[in-house]
């Protein structure tokens, strides 16, 4: 697959990974629609650049971006779901507004996407969902339990999408990076194995997309990591992460 002439949403383009991938796709010669809640961070400009300011965690206003983007584009062929919060909380913290927020950008932000792309991606019998899940999606680390919920949750809904779609040659893509250095992470107090920069992660992205891989994955000693820690046994897991309190 390739991105030349292709007409590419990326929500949550003002930040981080998003903002990368967006950067990287105006070389590509594709039209972008970028969108995010604070537009004036969207900053790249040009007439193949549509930027709609839009909370994915609000129905309303993803149908109104969906609207937007089909007046001036006429269809969407590639939507790669970038939009994401992460709170760390301790016990003491916990409260169901972090909960709220996180799985309604995280998980149902994508899912109001998805109910717009797919019935002209199943009538034209194309199109490319990407979704950003996480490695994160394995286990429930402490202190990111509802984050880590919302990721797994992300990832099943993309499996099960995948299947289905198939037959409609719809595709699917589940990303899952490991640690990237952006905003979100910039917050984490503890040492991040194996970050790296968000230019390297929109690079390994776009090749994962153009090959049509089913998940994107990276970087592989995190991917490594996270396969191990998602095989241990639960007591052994509980052992580990309080020694080493992450
Ligand atoms: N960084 C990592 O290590 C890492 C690892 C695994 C997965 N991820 C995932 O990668 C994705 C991008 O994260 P990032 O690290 O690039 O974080 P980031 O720099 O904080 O960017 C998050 C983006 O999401 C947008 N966003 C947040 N809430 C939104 C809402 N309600 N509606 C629309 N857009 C919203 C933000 O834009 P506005 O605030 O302007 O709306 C921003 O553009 C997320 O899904 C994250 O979970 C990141």
């Given at each position: 697959?390739?991105?030349?002439?292709?007409?590419?949403?990326?929500?949550?383009?003002?930040?981080?990974?998003?903002?990368?991938?967006?950067?990287?796709?105006?070389?590509?010669?594709?039209?972008?629609?970028?969108?995010?809640?604070?537009?004036?961070?969207?900053?790249?400009?040009?007439?193949?650049?549509?930027?709609?300011?839009?909370?994915?965690?609000?129905?309303?206003?993803?149908?109104?971006?969906?609207?937007?983007?089909?007046?001036?584009?006429?269809?969407?062929?590639?939507?790669?779901?970038?939009?994401?919060?992460?709170?760390?909380?301790?016990?003491?913290?916990?409260?169901?507004?972090?909960?709220?927020?996180?799985f309604s950008v995280n998980?149902?932000?994508?899912?109001?996407?998805?109910?717009?792309?797919?019935?002209?991606f199943i009538k034209r019998?194309?199109?490319?969902?990407?979704?950003?899940?996480?490695?994160?999606?394995?286990?429930?680390?402490?202190?990111?339990?509802?984050?880590?919920?919302?990721?797994?949750?992300?990832?099943?809904?993309?499996?099960?999408?995948?299947?289905?779609?198939?037959?409609?040659?719809?595709?699917?893509?589940?990303?899952?990076?490991?640690?990237?250095?952006?905003?979100?992470?910039?917050?984490?107090?503890?040492?991040?194995?194996?970050?790296?920069?968000?230019?390297?992660?929109?690079?390994?992205?776009?090749?994962?997309?153009?090959?049509?891989?089913?998940?994107?994955?990276?970087?592989?000693?995190?991917?490594?990591?996270?396969?191990?820690?998602?095989?241990?046994?639960?007591?052994?897991?509980?052992?580990?992460?309080?020694?080493?309190?992450?």
């Open positions: 697959m390739t991105f030349e002439d292709k007409i590419v949403l990326i929500t949550g383009a003002s930040s981080g990974i998003g903002k990368a991938l967006a950067e990287k796709l105006t070389l590509k010669n594709c039209r972008l629609i970028l969108c995010s809640r604070n537009i004036e961070r969207l900053d790249l400009d040009g007439g193949n650049i549509l930027k709609l300011k839009c909370d994915v965690s609000r129905k309303e206003e993803v149908n109104a971006a969906y609207n937007t983007a089909i007046e001036k584009f006429g269809k969407i062929d590639i939507a790669i779901l970038n939009s994401g919060v992460g709170h760390r909380m301790t016990v003491g913290e916990y409260n169901s507004q972090y909960a709220e927020e996180t998980l149902l932000g994508m899912v109001y996407w998805i109910e717009k792309l797919l019935p002209d019998r194309e199109g490319v969902i990407a979704g950003v899940s996480s490695l994160a999606d394995n286990r429930g680390y402490s202190g990111s339990g509802f984050y880590c919920a919302s990721k797994a949750a992300a990832t099943i809904m993309l499996e099960g999408l995948r299947v289905e779609l198939k037959p409609y040659g719809v595709k699917v893509i589940t990303i899952k990076p490991g640690f990237v250095r952006t905003p979100m992470t910039d917050k984490n107090e503890f040492k991040m194995p194996f970050l790296i920069e968000p230019v390297k992660a929109a690079e390994i992205i776009v090749k994962g997309i153009e090959k049509e891989k089913r998940i994107i994955q990276f970087p592989l000693p995190t991917v490594l990591m996270s396969k191990f820690v998602g095989i241990l046994p639960a007591g052994l897991y509980e052992f580990l992460t309080t020694k080493i309190n992450v």
